[in-house]
């Protein structure tokens, strides 16, 4: 059994003073999974989370345990290719200048996504829990107008 104290600084911590990383995503992701659909996968590469957040898959990675490790956040909300697809990455831009808080729209494997990341160093669990809720609020907030606007090609 793993013994949790609160740091100085006021984090979740183990007995070992290292952060207890994957309990706090789990906290957060049991907290938004609207649907009971979270499932984890666990390998070499780290831990691999998804779960529905309203209309919305959202994914949450972490490479490892260390500062030099990362989280990434993501979730898909357009297919591509689209019609227009000109103005579909004006809009994008636009919207990563002031809606997207810590977070912003990318392209990654043929899908308009919602990403957030960094780096372990320094990461408290509110920042985890802030990342994750910024990427499923707004993934689920702008998949549906931007499915309309802008219909497959």
């Not at 070992?16 to 390998?43: M, R």
């Not at 392209?107 to 809720?133: H, K, Y």
């Not at 689920?140 to 107008?145: A, L, T």
Request: charge should be negative; proline fraction near 5%; glycine fraction near 4%.
């Amino acid at each position: 059994m793993t013994a949790f104290t609160l740091n100085p600084d006021g984090d979740l911590s183990t007995a070992d003073s290292s952060p207890n990383y994957i309990d706090n995503i789990e906290t957060v992701i049991a907290g938004l999974d609207q649907f009971d659909s979270a499932l984890v996968n666990d390998d070499n590469a780290g831990h691999l989370w998804t779960f529905k957040y309203g209309s919305v898959d959202v994914f949450v990675q972490l490479t490892g345990l260390t500062e030099t490790d990362s989280l990434t956040i993501w979730s898909p909300v357009l297919p591509l290719p689209v019609v227009n697809e000109a103005a579909l990455l004006r809009k994008l831009m636009e919207l990563n200048w002031l809606t997207t808080l810590e977070s912003r729209f990318c392209l990654f494997n043929d899908q308009v996504v919602v990403l957030a990341t960094r780096t372990l160093d320094g990461l408290n669990p509110s920042e985890i829990a802030r990342a994750i809720t910024i990427v499923a609020t707004i993934a689920d907030e702008y998949d549906d107008p931007l499915q309309a606007e802008f219909p497959a090609a």
